[in-house]
C-alpha cells in the first residue's frame, strides 16, 4: 500500500485525499491553518457567519461522489439548499436580467424562465439565444472544459482535441464565442461574465468560459446548508472516517527530496515523514519557490513560472446588517458603466479601475442561520490586478475601496446601508497572499488565457520529480470548483497508477 502526502485542506486537496484514502492508499493530510477549506473557510463575528468560499455550488453531483467513492450518502453529512433565482444582473441605468433555474421548482426547462427574460431585454436575440444554447449543449456533450480536455499536459492529448477545439472554435473569447450568436451587450456582458468570476479575463480566455451559463441553466446553483465552511470540514470528517490522518496547525516548511523523488515532507513543529508520493493543492509558486527551496528543481522551476500570466486578485467585503432583504437575491452582480474598459484596466494595465463590477453574494437569504434573527450576511467581491501588477500599500487603500464598494451597495440596493451596519471587515490581495501564500495575492493561481487552460504551466504531476504531483486552481486554471475538482480526479488516478 503506498504512502501518499497531501499538502493543503483546500477543496481541491480534500477530494484528492478522500479519493487516494478510499482507493487504498496510506493518505496523511496537512493543513496549516487550525480549519479544513483553505479559502473556503467560515468565521463568526457577532453572531454572523461569513463564508470565503464560492458563492453558490454548481454540478453537486462532482462532491457527491466522493462519499460515494465507500458507499457513504453526502445528505447525511450536508444539506444542499438550491437557489431558484441563480443571478440578477444589475446594471446602472436600471436594466435587470434575472437568470433563473427550473431545477429547485422541479421545471423541465431549467431554460424557459431564461427565455423569457431574453425576450423582454433582447427580442431581437430569441433565434440568436437558441442558437448558442444549442452550441453550448454540443460542446458540454462532448466535455470541452479546458480542465477536463487537458487530462494530460502531453501534445497526444493536445493532438487528439485539436479536431473539437476546431469544430467549436476555440479560439474565440468568452466574450467572443457570446457575440457570435448574440447583439445585445446587456446579454453579452451576462453571459460572459462567468469567466472574470473565475479570475479570467472574458475577452482574452477561452471559448469554453462561456458554457456555465448553459450548465447552471441544466443543473441549477447549490448552497451548503452552513457555508463552504461547513462542507469542508464534512469532507475532513469523511476522509478520517475512512481512516485518513489530518495533521492541522502544521505548515508544511520542506519537501526533502532525494535523486528524482519528493523523499519526506516536514513541518514547522518538526514533525518529518518519509512517503511514496506527494501532492501539493498549494499554490505553486509557493510549492517550488518555499517548499523545495532547497532542491534544484524548486528555484528552477519559479523562475520558469515566473514567466507565465497569473490570475488577478480580488478585494472582497464581508458585512452584516440590521433587516432582513427579500427583495435581494442570494446572488446579485452590480455592473459597471464599462465591460471591456474595465477588464483592460485590470488584466492589461494592471490599474485599480474608476468603476468596477460587484459580485453580491447574500447568503442568509438561502440561509437564514447564517444571521442572527431580524438581521442579514453579506459579501460584496471585486475583481483586482494581483500586486505584481498593482504593488500599491492596501493598508491604505483597503478601507479607501471598502467605502466605495459599501457606498455602491447602499446606492443602489440598501439606501441607509451604513445607519444599518453591524459589522464589517475586508479582505485584501495582501490578505490572500499572508495566508494563503497566494503568489502576488492572485486568487486563482495561474491565468486562464487560453493558452495555458488548454497546456497547463505544469499540470498534475512534476516533469522532473517523478512522484510529485498537483491539484487545486494551480494544476487547472481558470476552471472554479469544477476544475479543482476535477484536478483531483485527474491527479488520483495517476498517483493510483503509477505509485501502486
Known amino acids: 500500500m503506498s504512502r501518499v502526502c497531501v499538502i493543503g485542506a483546500g477543496l481541491g486537496g480534500l477530494a ?45 453531483a462532482a462532491v457527491a461522489e466522493l462519499w460515494q467513492l465507500a458507499g457513504g450518502d453526502m445528505a447525511e453529512d450536508v444539506e444542499l439548499l438550491p437557489l431558484e433565482l441563480l443571478h440578477r444582473f444589475n446594471w446602472p441605468d436600471g436594466t435587470l436580467l434575472d437568470v433563473t433555474s427550473g431545477i429547485a421548482g422541479g421545471a423541465s426547462d431549467g431554460g424557459a424562465a431564461m427565455r423569457r427574460e431574453v425576450a423582454r431585454i433582447a ?16 460542446a458540454l456533450r462532448e466535455g470541452t472544459a479546458p480542465w477536463r480536455v487537458a487530462a494530460r499536459r502531453d501534445l497526444t492529448n493536445l493532438a487528439r482535441s485539436a479536431p473539437m477545439f476546431a469544430r467549436h472554435q476555440a479560439w474565440r473569447s468568452a466574450y467572443g464565442t457570446v457575440a457570435r450568436f448574440i447583439k445585445s451587450e446587456p446579454l453579452r456582458e451576462a453571459i460572459s461574465l462567468a469567466a472574470l468570476a473565475e479570475g479570467a479575463n472574458p475577452f482574452a480566455s477561452g471559448a469554453f468560459h462561456a458554457l456555465d451559463h448553459k450548465r447552471e441553466l441544466d443543473h441549477g446553483l447549490w448552497w451548503p446548508k452552513g457555508g463552504f465552511g461547513k462542507l469542508a470540514a464534512a469532507m475532513a470528517s469523511r476522509f478520517e472516517q475512512l481512516g485518513g490522518t489530518l495533521v492541522a496547525r502544521d505548515p508544511v516548511l520542506h519537501i526533502h527530496t532525494l535523486g528524482d523523488r519528493a523523499s519526506e515532507v516536514e513541518c514547522v513543529s518538526g514533525w518529518r515523514q518519509r512517503f511514496d508520493a506527494v501532492a501539493s493543492s498549494a499554490d505553486m509558486m509557493h510549492t517550488y519557490r518555499d517548499l523545495l527551496g532547497s532542491s534544484n528543481r524548486g528555484p528552477e522551476m519559479a523562475r520558469k513560472l ?12 464581508h458585512f452584516g446588517v440590521e433587516g432582513s432583504w427579500p427583495g435581494i437575491p442570494h446572488n446579485t452582480v452590480l455592473m459597471g458603466q464599462r465591460y471591456k474598459g474595465m477588464a483592460q484596466d485590470i488584466f492589461e494595465h494592471g490599474l485599480l479601475p474608476r468603476d468596477f463590477i460587484v459580485f453580491l453574494t447574500h ?22 490586478a494581483n500586486q505584481a501588477q498593482l504593488p500599491i500599500d492596501w493598508d491604505q487603500a483597503g478601507p479607501l475601496i471598502e467605502r466605495r464598494i459599501l457606498d455602491e451597495v447602499g446606492r443602489r440596493l440598501i439606501p441607509d446601508l451604513a445607519d444599518r451596519l453591524v459589522t464589517k471587515f475586508h479582505v485584501s490581495p495582501r490578505d490572500l497572499a499572508l495566508d494563503f501564500n497566494m503568489w502576488a495575492g492572485s486568487a486563482s493561481g495561474f491565468a ?38 476535477t484536478s483531483a480526479r485527474v491527479a488520483a488516478k495517476r498517483i493510483l497508477e503509477e505509485q501502486r
Not at 17 to 43: F, K, M, N, V, Y
Open 16 to 60: 484528492l485525499a478522500i479519493r487516494l484514502q478510499s482507493s487504498g492508499a496510506e493518505t496523511t493530510l496537512i493543513e496549516a491553518h487550525e480549519a479544513p477549506g483553505g479559502q473556503c473557510r467560515s468565521q463568526t463575528r457577532e453572531g454572523f457567519t461569513f463564508d470565503s468560499g464560492p458563492a453558490a455550488l454548481a454540478e453537486p
Open 448 to 485: 486562464a488565457t487560453r493558452n495555458q487552460s488548454v497546456w497547463p504551466p505544469v499540470g498534475e504531476r512534476d516533469a522532473s520529480l517523478r512522484n510529485l504531483y498537483f491539484a487545486g486552481i494551480g494544476a487547472r486554471p481558470g476552471g472554479g470548483l469544477a476544475g479543482v475538482l
Open 363 to 384: 447568503a442568509s437569504l438561502t440561509d437564514p442561520g447564517l444571521a442572527p434573527p431580524g438581521k442579514s450576511t453579506f459579501r460584496a467581491k471585486i475583481v483586482v
Open 306 to 317: 515566473l514567466r507565465r500570466s497569473f490570475a488577478p486578485s480580488m478585494f472582497t467585503v
Open 123 to 138: 427580442p431581437d436575440d430569441a433565434a440568436g439565444y437558441e442558437e448558442f444554447l444549442r452550441w453550448s449543449d454540443q
